[in-house]
């Protein structure tokens, strides 16, 4: 591996780290404010859906600058969305405005993680050849991984009321903040900082594109040809198919661990953060097993797709810790097994296909289009008071059933042409362009 792409690594965990303990945070401090209970799905929602409002111009704007400044400046998009949510009290607003407000300023952070994105997964393709895109993406993935664990448990840590207390003793902290989201908050801001210093540091990698379209109109009906042309590549609709399903699962996954871990285990949202890092630790644990695969046996691995959701189905019938840890952990080794192969076949698909971060953007919208179709269904289920355990088994089921239709799509392809193996690790990019 280069010394750049471990720097792309570093940077790529410390923003996810304070991504991560961001929502926490903020979920916190929606607490503290007695907001809504929706709000904070709508948080996860607002997120999400910055992906698919700029998917169409966000893969130009990769393309078009070298890909570390490119992390650079949007990583700055999240430090000021972190501000404005910790001078949320500045305003002179209701406390009902205040939780808007921390929600639009998340909001903030979700539109530079969109444009981040691109740039991140982009010059992984850049920085490796197709050989070593699975080992490239399971270190990538782990890691990622990795700063989601420790993302959410710090954001629990510090607001837990040891770490809190410790924090607001502090006088030159207290002389700034007055709860222990805020603490917390300021604490992540500096996260986003030591990413920025990652950024910087990134080489460039000397592949230049075709100068982009500028004008908007014709920036979304490219896109949309990027699109069809992803969704029509025999390799690249089943591996965007899983990865859209991966995606959306997760992040309803997050809100419902929290959920159940409120209602079923009786946690705090401190506890149930823990929770999320357990599964986490499984998907890195899967992700580094997943690293031995090649590319070419990628789609090997759809089965476990299938067994994930059959697997949290058994969630309402745990109680003791261990054996919630264990099945968390199960289920986050199974969902790392099988993505990260599907991963790096998409990205193989879209660099030859398109270009780097066009191929990201069209990965990206579907991704968090589906998330924004997931969340909205698990947050119509809160509001028609389904218990978070009938929640659960109906997720679990959804993902299962997807999964084997999906496992019978591959078949259908490769029985009608046999020679589909032979395209995965083929050289080039923008053949389709």
Known sequence: MKRGFYLVMAAQALSSLADNALFIAAVALIQELQGPDWMTPAMKWCFALSYVLLAAFVGAFADSYPKGRVMFATNALKVAGCLLMFAYAGFGLSATGQTYLVCAAYAIVGVGAAAYSPAKYGIVTEMLPPAMLVKGNSWIEGLTVISIILGTVLGGALISPQVSAWLLSHPWINSLVGTPAEAAILVIAFVYLAAAACNLLIPHTHITYPPQQKHPVKL?????????ILWRDKLGQISLAVTTLFWGAGATLQLIVIEWGRAHLGYRLDQASILMGVAAVGTVIGSILAGRIPLRRALCVLP?????????????????????????????????????????????RGHVLLSAGHSIAVQNFNEQLNILLMVACYTLMLWLDLHINVIIVIFGLLV????????RWSRRNLQADPTLHEQIGQEGHGKAL
Request: glycine share 10%.
């Open 220 to 228: 979304m009906l490219t896109f949309a040809g990027y699109v069809r």
């Open 304 to 348: 476990m797709g299938a067994l994930m959701g059959a697997v949290v189905m058994l969630m309402p019938f745990v109680h003791s810790t261990w054996s919630v840890y264990l099945l968390l952990l199960a289920t986050g080794g199974l969902a790392g097994y099988f993505v990260v192969p599907m991963n790096a076949l998409l990205q193989h």
């Open 400 to 407: 299962s059933c997807l999964m084997l239709l999906v496992m």
